[in-house]
């Protein structure tokens, strides 16, 4: 069967790959083009597509026939795959849940403490030599310890965050899920995303994308929340509503935010990157060797699998 990664992937991950499988490692770093959608279709019995890699349902339709018959997603986030029209020509979906869970709460805590401690600000003038030694009053920021936490999105990711925001920064933690979750720490789970947004001083997204929770996070949200609070997104760009996000900022009905994702990603807004109250960073939550590694492994243990005939591990 004929294998390929559509991206340059890990030493480890590319050694594995090629002294397993007849494979095929695309030297490119940008998302498929449509073309390159319909080749991988056409021409591969399995493919490796990660995150930008819009197969949607045109693209199957497109390929009435495919020779490929499973898409080993890169990552655990798969919102870019439509995956009932794939199941419909008969092609199966795996992803690489569990993997990404530590490393993107991580990167949840780092926006979190970068925000409300105005790290990024702080940086940039230190940078700039516009820094002219402490004193009492300067850049006062969110004081982190004891606050209350909200998670939007209980699954793996959110409880690694509020573990680390419990135990870690002593926070009281509340959520909404769309199931009551039996949770390893102290969590209250509200009726509603705005009775969330007001009683919590950080606001953090961590559901998966998708037409369901498209701009779940809107207008109503940010006029909800409490004008000192901070708000993070570590999930999908468009479970946000950026313009309204832009608007919030703007006039003062959130303190600050800090984002890993974005609506129309690699594009940033400008409002955003121009406001100093806001943490921007380039989708980092995974981006760490042994990460990313892991993350190949588990595209390999599915394909694998699939081609001895196994039942999937990580079936989406
Ligand atoms: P997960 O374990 O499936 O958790 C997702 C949670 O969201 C579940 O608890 C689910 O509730 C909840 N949920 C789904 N739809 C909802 C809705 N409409 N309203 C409220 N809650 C809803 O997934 P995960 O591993 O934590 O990953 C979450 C997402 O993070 C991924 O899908 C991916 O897009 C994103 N991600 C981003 C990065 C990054 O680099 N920034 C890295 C990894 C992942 P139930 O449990 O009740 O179904």
Known sequence: MKLWLTRPLPDAVEARARATFDVEIRPSNMPLSGEQLRQALRDYDIVMPTLGDRFQADVFDDVPDPRCKLLANFGVGYNHIDVEAARRHGIAVSNTPGAVTDATADIAMTLILMTARRAGEGERMLRAGQWNGWHPTQMLGLHVTGQTLGVVGMGRIGQAIARRCHFGFGMDVRYVSRSDKALAFPAARDGSLTELAGKCDILVVAVPGGAETHHLIDEAVFAAQQPHAIFVNIARGDVVDEAALVAALRAGQIAGAGL???????????????????????????????????????????????VEGRALPNPV
């Open 260 to 306: 890993d994702v974005y609506e129309f990603e690699p594009q940033v807004p400008a409002a955003l990157m121009a406001m100093e109250n806001v943490t921007l960073l380039p989708h980092l939550g995974t981006a760490a060797l042994n990460v990313r590694t892991d993350m190949g492994m588990m595209v390999l243990d599915n394909v694998q699998a699939f």
